[in-house]
């Protein structure tokens, strides 16, 4: 007796994807060490063409920085053809304000000067946080492209991103009682800490996403965000998601994964 086989059809529809752990971004000094190295896992669509990227900015309350975090929406980033880095920065006890952001910069200008090598479009690059890095990824988007605390009009051009990703990040500090440590670690004035005071013309559009039972950070904080660009003239889209809270099964869903999708695929 012969058996047949079935025969499976199959579309291509997703590329094959390589993981690149442990790339070395930059090497910053902390309390604890004189050189501590920042990574990034990187996923890199088997695509023959540059493409945009995505840096991921954890979030962790500025206690911890794990880029393993999120893998659900990187991969679905990374099956939509964008190169996604997942990175680490600076936290508390062992740094202070604005360390954290200038990691995150420093890591938009590695990405841009390493676009060779990992098949990246430098002028397509983008950012996404989620709580204590949705803080982050606001802040590097207003000051898009400008020196941290400088003095002047001097413009850092290969810190420059096309558009960022806010989800359910903070930007007033001193509201936040579930962060404690951040405050206590700023070297900083807390009014500086605040990216409100900071949009400018050159601020970077946003996409701002917050659960309406979000516990931890209220809602309003995106709020506050989003009327302030508005009132700026800088582009900007909020979405509330009825129920979800911080960080919870919500954010693993679908539907969040294409309205972000859709919000960077029309920047390019």
Known sequence: ????????????KRPKIHFVPDVVY????????????????????QIPKKLPAVIFVTGGGFISANRARMPQLRMHLAESGFVVASINYRTVPNSTFPAPLEDVKSAIR????SAQKFNVD???????????????TAFAAVTNGDKIF?????????????AAVNLFGFVDIKSLKAFPQMLE???????????????????????????SADNIVSPAQTDLLF??????????????????????????????????????????
Do not use: C
Request: charged residues 20%; aromatic residues 8%.
């Open 185 to 211: 670690s700023l070297n900083v004035p807390v009014e500086e800490t605040n990216p409100l005071n900071y949009i400018s013309k050159n601020s970077a559009p946003m996409l701002l996403m917050h659960g």
């Open 227 to 268: 009327q302030a660009l508005k009132n700026h003239g800088v582009e900007a889209e909020r979405y509330i998601v009825p129920n979800a809270n911080h960080a919870d099964d919500y954010w693993q869903q679908q539907e969040i994964f294409d309205v972000i999708t859709e919000f960077l695929i029309r920047r390019l």
């Open 1 to 12: 007796m012969i058996y047949e086989s079935k025969i499976l059809n199959v579309t291509l």
């Open 150 to 162: 400088n003095v002047g009009d001097n413009l850092d051009q290969s810190s420059e991103i096309a």
């Open 122 to 136: 430098a002028e397509k690059i983008f950012l996404i946080g989620d709580s204590a890095g949705g803080y982050l």
């Open 26 to 45: 930059a090497q910053v000094p902390t309390f604890e060490k004189p050189i501590q190295p920042l990574q990034t896992d990187l996923l890199i669509p």
């Open 110 to 113: 590695f990405l841009k000067a």
